[in-house]
């Protein structure tokens, strides 16, 4: 049974431009979650996605976006990269998003932002 | 203050030794989780904790969970150099209102010298 799988895997761009992250979740599972890792902050959670629709979102500007494809898949945007969207960008895919699912990580994008 | 708290920070043993690591919710538990992420990785999922006094092991690895004092320590037997990584506990704190959200400890740096 195959992973998450998140592309691109390392992404470098300048202030102001924007991005787009790709996820694509195990197999059955319709839940998709995004946090950001930062030394900083540690792991944030982002926003949750099921069914294509957010029913979850964390405490994040609204530069940064997210949405689900009826196949499962989820693509997350940042736009108006600032410095501070230097992050490892993980998603996570559970079966229902339930909190007793338990929920599988991608390898993650390295986003750099110069 | 931290919603989870985990310690220690770091760790460092000699192969061999046995070693625990705590996680204490300052909220209520739902579920307890169990990732070890090495550096710029995704997180590998270990073990789930929900019943209070539930304990949980895989190979040499044991999590057991206090419901009452809302802490989760993991306990490594006879540590080896594949353990070496970033522990990380990630709790649900809403139930069944969670929706994919994970709040997640710092981290725990653990080095195993052979």
């Known amino acids: 049974k195959a992973g998450v799988t998140q592309t691109p895997r390392y992404l470098i761009k300048t202030r102001g431009q924007q991005v787009t992250l790709s996820c694509s979740p195990i197999?059955?599972?319709?839940?998709v979650s995004w946090y950001q890792q930062t030394p900083g902050q540690g792991l944030q959670f982002l926003f949750e996605?099921?069914?294509?629709?957010?029913?979850n979102k964390g405490n994040f500007p609204g530069r940064f976006s997210g949405r689900q494809f009826s196949n499962s898949r989820s693509e997350m945007n940042v736009s108006t990269l600032e410095l501070g969207d230097s992050a490892l960008y993980l998603c996570a895919s559970s079966r229902e998003g339930k909190g007793n699912q338990p929920q599988h990580f991608g390898d993650g994008t390295r986003l750099s932002i110069l | 203050s931290q919603e989870l708290e985990q310690s220690p920070q770091s760790l460092i043993v000699q192969e061999g030794k046995n070693l625990t690591i705590n996680c204490t919710s300052s909220?209520?538990?739902?579920?307890l989780y169990w990732y070890k992420q090495k550096y710029g990785e995704g997180l590998i999922f270990l073990m789930m904790?929900?019943?209070?006094?539930e304990e949980k092991s895989h190979e040499k690895i044991t999590a057991k969970l206090d419901e009452k004092k809302q802490q989760s320590s993991l306990h490594i037997t006879a540590s080896q150099p594949s353990h070496a990584g970033i522990y990380l506990c990630?709790?649900?704190?809403?139930?069944?209102?969670?929706?994919?959200?994970?709040?997640f400890g710092q981290g725990t740096i653990l080095t195993v010298h052979p």
């Open positions: 909220k209520t538990l739902y579920g």
């Open positions: 996605y099921f069914s294509e629709t957010q029913r």
């Open positions: 904790l929900q019943k209070g006094g």
């Open positions: 990630g709790a649900d704190n809403a139930g069944g209102t969670s929706y994919g959200k994970l709040t």
């Open positions: 197999s059955g599972h319709r839940s």
